[in-house]
C-alpha cells in the first residue's frame, strides 16, 4: 500500500503561481512513477503531468507547470505559473507502481490522494 497526501491548493489570481505537494509514505518506492491529475465536476479526471526517470507534460500545462520530486522526503511538487482560469479544478496526485514509462490514463495508476482545490479567479 502507498498512501498519499496533498496539500498546497487554494485560491489564485489568473497569472499567479501555487505549489503543489504530495507526500508519499508506505511502500513507495523513487522508481514508480508519480503523476498529477485534475478534474472538475461532470468531468473526467485529466493528466497533468507525471515524473519517472524522465517528466511529461500535457499541452495545455507545458511550459507554465513544472514537476519534480524529492527523493529523500518521498515528495513530488507541482510548481504551477500563469495560471488561467481553465486551470481551476481539484488536483490529485497519484502513484504507478509498474516502474515503467509514464502513463497517462488515471486507471493505469493504482494509488491516489484525496485532492486539493485549486480555483484561479479571473
Known amino acids: 500500500q502507498v498512501q498519499l497526501v496533498e496539500s498546497g491548493g487554494g485560491l489564485v489570481e489568473a497569472g499567479g503561481s501555487l505549489r503543489l505537494s504530495c507526500a508519499a509514505s508506505?511502500?513507495?518506492?523513487?522508481?514508480?512513477?508519480m503523476g498529477w491529475f485534475r478534474q472538475d465536476p461532470g468531468k473526467e479526471r485529466e493528466f497533468v503531468a507525471a515524473?519517472?526517470?524522465?517528466?511529461f507534460y500535457a499541452d495545455s500545462v507545458k511550459g507554465r507547470f513544472t514537476i519534480s520530486r524529492d527523493n529523500a522526503k518521498n515528495t513530488v511538487y507541482l510548481q504551477m505559473n500563469r495560471l488561467k482560469p481553465e486551470d481551476t479544478a481539484v488536483y490529485y496526485c497519484?502513484?504507478?507502481?509498474?516502474?515503467?514509462?509514464?502513463?497517462?490514463?488515471?486507471?493505469?495508476?493504482?494509488?491516489w490522494g484525496q485532492g486539493t482545490q485549486v480555483t484561479v479567479s479571473s
Open positions: 515524473i519517472s526517470w524522465y517528466t
Open positions: 508506505g511502500r513507495s518506492s523513487r522508481y514508480h512513477a
Open positions: 497519484a502513484v504507478d507502481t509498474t516502474g515503467g514509462a509514464i502513463r497517462r490514463h488515471s486507471y493505469e495508476y493504482e494509488y
